[in-house]
């Protein structure tokens, strides 16, 4: 009699077992009630509120349609697959990656927006390759297969570098990365626009065309050397001429590129080229044509202004001819300023400063300024000196006497 109540606490250890485990696994905690009613243990639509937007996988589009059973093949529904191609056969065959999502929504397969999301890829659509057919690039054996040919440009366009001729791209060697100078964004190769920016194509080399400086085939053998090129237009110079001036062909001391050569500007810092100096042609100095031997004084320019100077006679008088002791290089060499002057008398300062206009006032006799006169220049008269002197010691009313007792031009 003892086995019957061991058999029963067995069978209700078994019925308590049951009850605990769920068919949707052990894992599963949500309530029974949120899809189950008394009415039975099939799904209960009128009662069903299960969130399925907290999944991984929220029920978008197409898939508010489709029955649960579809996705959830056991009643255990973490074993149920979130990714598209788990339960999506890939018609492109791995050719574009496993996300679908990338084009595709759960809306529609259909896709309307190629163009913005290849932008997004390796290679994005610009210029002609916006209007291209996917086929003529993606050449697949099947049209839902888009295999990469690559995304360098010369692995569709290598006949067109192979065939071009003006210039030619073998034999000249060059980067079969066209974006070097066909912009990607361009409707047709003409609009080539190689970076230059090594040798700057301006001014007077806007124009030119690439056969101009590349004479050969291979265009890495052209010089940026300017003579390379120019030799002709340094030998033809006569204004001056540079090759009897022995001027060096680094054009660019004198020269920018400015079409014509000009303006030219030569450092002339040696001797700078300003007042009366700034507008004289080069010939002017550079007699000749001889530019090395040219001197720097003044008077080995200016020997006949120097001797046909009359106020005063430089010759006469024997000035000397370091001309800048009195002059400037102003046009027409005034003002002129002899500053020794005020060490014997002061004449640009003190009382006589701006007293006088002309060198003759003072030194009527032009061929000697070691005559100078006083009582010609000032508003005086004989009989008032006469008068202001009375009692002084040596007083005459002649230039000499004045010199003597007014050596600096003041009245004490």
Not at 85 to 108: I, Y
Not at 147 to 164: E, F, K, S
Not at 185 to 204: D, I, K, T
Request: aromatic content about 10%.
């Amino acid at each position: 009699m003892r086995i019957l109540p061991l058999m029963i606490m067995f069978f209700l250890l078994f019925l308590a077992k049951q009850k605990t485990e769920s068919p949707h696994g052990s894992a599963f905690k949500v309530s029974c009630s949120t899809c189950h009613s008394s009415k039975g243990w099939q799904l209960d639509k009128e009662i069903y509120s299960f969130d399925h937007g907290k999944t991984k996988l929220p029920l978008l589009g197409q898939h508010k349609e489709v029955d649960c059973r579809v996705c959830h093949t056991s009643l255990v529904f973490s074993q149920a697959k979130t990714e598209c191609n788990q339960c999506h056969n890939d018609v492109h065959q791995f050719t574009v990656g496993t996300d679908c999502s990338r084009c595709h929504t759960p809306v529609s397969w259909l896709v309307n927006n190629i163009t913005e999301i290849h932008q997004t890829s390796r290679f994005p659509l610009l210029g002609a390759h916006r209007s291209a057919d996917c086929y003529v690039c993606h050449k697949s054996e099947s049209q839902a297969r888009f295999d990469v040919p690559g995304i360098n440009c010369v692995d569709c366009h290598r006949q067109n570098y192979l065939a071009t001729a003006s210039p030619n791209h073998v034999e000249a060697g060059f980067s079969e990365d066209c974006s070097t100078c066909h912009p990607v964004n361009s409707f047709e190769w003409a609009g080539a626009g190689f970076n230059h920016n090594f040798f700057a194509l301006v001014q007077g080399h806007s124009t030119a065309k690439c056969a101009d400086c590349h004479t050969t085939a291979l265009y890495s053998d052209a010089s940026p050397v300017c003579n390379t090129c120019h030799q002709q237009d340094f030998t033809a110079a006569v204004n001056p001429n540079h090759v009897a001036s022995n001027f060096p062909t680094t054009c660019e001391n004198c020269h920018t590129l400015s079409p014509g050569w000009r303006p030219a500007s030569f450092d002339h810092s040696r001797f700078p080229l300003t007042l009366g100096h700034s507008t004289p042609a080069c010939l002017d100095c550079h007699v000749g044509g001889n530019y090395s031997t040219t001197p720097t004084d003044c008077f080995a320019c200016h020997a006949n202004n120097y001797n046909n100077s009359t106020n005063p006679n430089h010759k006469t008088l024997a000035f000397s001819t370091t001309c800048n002791l009195c002059h400037t290089t102003n046009p027409d060499w005034k003002p002129a300023t002899f500053t020794q002057h005020d060490a014997k008398f002061p004449i640009y300062s003190g009382r006589h400063r701006g007293e006088w206009n002309s060198c003759v006032q003072c030194h009527p006799v032009a061929a000697s300024y070691a005559q100078f006169t006083c009582i010609s220049c000032h508003e005086h008269n004989k009989t008032s000196m006469d008068s202001r002197h009375r009692g002084e010691s040596g007083y005459s009313y002649d230039s000499a006497a004045c010199f003597r007792c007014h050596p600096k031009g003041n009245s004490d």
